[in-house]
């Protein structure tokens, strides 16, 4: 063989090996990208809905969380994945881009717990609820102020409060406003088993009744729920006796005022069908969201004779009951006097 061939070959195999060389590198560094560890911490990703690609990588890069956001997207690109899907998103310390990519393609999403109690009215359900998963305040409020759409589900305006039962649910982050709704609605018609529908029906009231008690109950006694049942057999008796419920919590709802601390004699005044000083029977919706011990109270009320009631004046948060103007007298100017003695005027 003669020199220029050898040097022909020499050529050709330092070519071979350079491009193997270079396939090594390279496949080794694209193999670094999709299966090094590229997560630094433990963190959520919410994706809002309707994000594009770019907004995507936004989200990604206002974490700080990845060592090199141009290792993913290069993985990304060979794993052709292009289309988000929106949702809330773990990402573990220690994760691969292959892992995140097939994390963000199967759209599996960490679920929040949302709890809620202590409400009065949609505007404060909708503000707690806004906070924990996408829907905003605005589209909640405006959904549950929509006749035609609350009526689809039998409820109006005064009512749909009962529809949300207080507890811990688990939605996704990117829940709507509607199916939020669809979701309690569930929930609300879940509650209403068969068995507890067959207690209202033996006490005379409609499952959305059961729930304006429910919230007098519930405003009347905040602090011990072993109370609640003995309250609810109070205003039972009023009921089956066809009197004036008189419920303080009524007045105050009526009012528009929740600071109030003392109800007085003007306040019996106010016209509105809140006003159980002036109206017979149940107020036209719930006063609050009743919770589920207010509910079970009704329900399952303690049969008693009591027809008043009144705080004690040791502002322990019980009461004192009686069954007779008399007695309830006795209690009442107890209860003033104290009043009068921590200068609790209104």
């Not at 350079?18 to 997560?39: E, H, M, P, R």
């Not at 679920?111 to 202590?118: A, D, G, I, Q």
């Not at 004699?265 to 809140?274: A, F, G, R, T, V």
Request: glycine share 4%; proline share 3%.
């Amino acid at each position: 063989m003669n020199n220029k061939k050898k040097k022909t070959i020499r050529i050709i195999t330092v070519f071979i090996v350079g491009i193997v060389l270079f396939a090594s590198i390279y496949g080794y560094s694209i193999y670094q990208d999709i299966f090094k560890s590229n997560v630094s911490k433990d963190v959520f990703v919410y994706i809002p809905t309707n994000s594009d690609y770019n907004e995507f990588i936004d989200s990604l890069k206002s974490l700080n969380a990845l060592k090199s956001l141009n290792a993913f997207e290069k993985t990304a690109s060979l794993k052709k994945f292009n289309k988000v899907k929106p949702g809330k998103y773990e990402l573990k310390k220690g994760m691969t881009n292959n892992a995140l990519v097939n994390l963000f393609r199967s759209g599996k999403q960490a679920p929040v717990k949302l709890t809620f109690n202590n409400v009065r009215n949609i505007e404060e359900l909708a503000s707690k609820v806004s906070k924990i998963i996408e829907a905003d305040s605005s589209d909640i409020t405006g959904l549950l102020n929509n006749d035609d759409i609350i009526s689809e589900y039998d409820f109006n305006k005064k009512t749909i409060i009962g529809m949300f039962i207080p507890n811990t649910y688990e939605f996704y982050w990117n829940t709507s406003a509607k199916l939020f709704f669809k979701k309690m609605n569930a929930e609300y018609n879940k509650f209403w088993n068969e068995k507890r529908l067959a207690k209202a029906k033996k006490i005379n009231l409609t499952p959305k009744e059961v729930s304006v008690l429910a919230s007098i109950v519930q405003a009347e006694q905040r602090e011990h729920n072993d109370e609640k049942a003995i309250i609810a057999g109070l205003y039972i008796n009023r009921l089956k006796r066809g009197m004036l419920l008189q419920s303080d919590p009524t007045l105050i709802f009526a009012s528009g005022d929740f600071s109030k601390k003392r109800v007085l004699n003007k306040d019996k005044e106010i016209e509105s069908p809140y006003n159980t000083y002036k109206y017979e029977g149940l107020p036209p919706g719930p006063i609050n969201m009743p919770e589920i011990s207010s509910l079970n109270a009704v329900l399952n009320y303690k049969k008693n004779n009591y027809i008043f009631m009144c705080a004690k004046e040791d502002f322990s948060g019980y009461h004192n009951f009686a069954t007779n103007t008399k007695q309830h007298g006795v209690n009442a100017r107890k209860y003033q006097q104290a009043l009068n003695k921590k200068r609790i005027w209104k």
